[in-house]
């Protein structure tokens, strides 16, 4: 059974840094994407980050040049070091994995990050 595990969630002061880890146990097999999503109370999940099996990544506009998502195959784990934190950042962030074959997607339980001004 697949599960995605995040960490490193927190508090922190804007302009600050955090970097949040997902590692998957279980194997996942046809892996067609891996995101980072968030959600503030009362908003929509709103995608944040996206990198592909083959290396490319894309960024929602709000967080181009302050976060970077990155993997590790061999530890089965994914990444985003958000620096320049900004109270609009404030979420609670999920990790996503895209496969080609049912069920499609797998999903974390998520991480607070709650950044005060």
């Known amino acids: 059974q697949v599960q995605l595990v995040e960490s490193g969630g927190g508090t922190v002061q804007a302009g600050g840094s955090l970097r949040l880890s997902c590692v998957a146990s279980?194997?996942?097999?046809?892996?067609?994407?891996m995101a980072w999503y968030r959600q503030s109370p009362g908003e929509q999940r709103e995608l944040v980050a996206t990198?592909?099996?083959?290396?490319?990544?894309t960024y929602t506009d709000s967080v181009k040049g302050r976060f970077t998502i990155s993997t590790d195959n061999a530890k089965k784990a994914l990444y985003l070091q958000m620096t320049s934190l900004k109270s609009e950042d404030t979420a609670v962030y999920y990790c996503?994995?895209?496969?080609?074959?049912?069920?499609?997607?797998?999903w974390g339980r998520g991480t607070q990050v709650t950044v005060s001004s």
């Open positions: 996503n994995v895209q496969i080609i074959l049912n069920p499609y997607n797998y």
């Open positions: 990198i592909t099996t083959g290396g490319s990544t």
């Open positions: 279980g194997n996942i097999f046809g892996i067609r994407s």
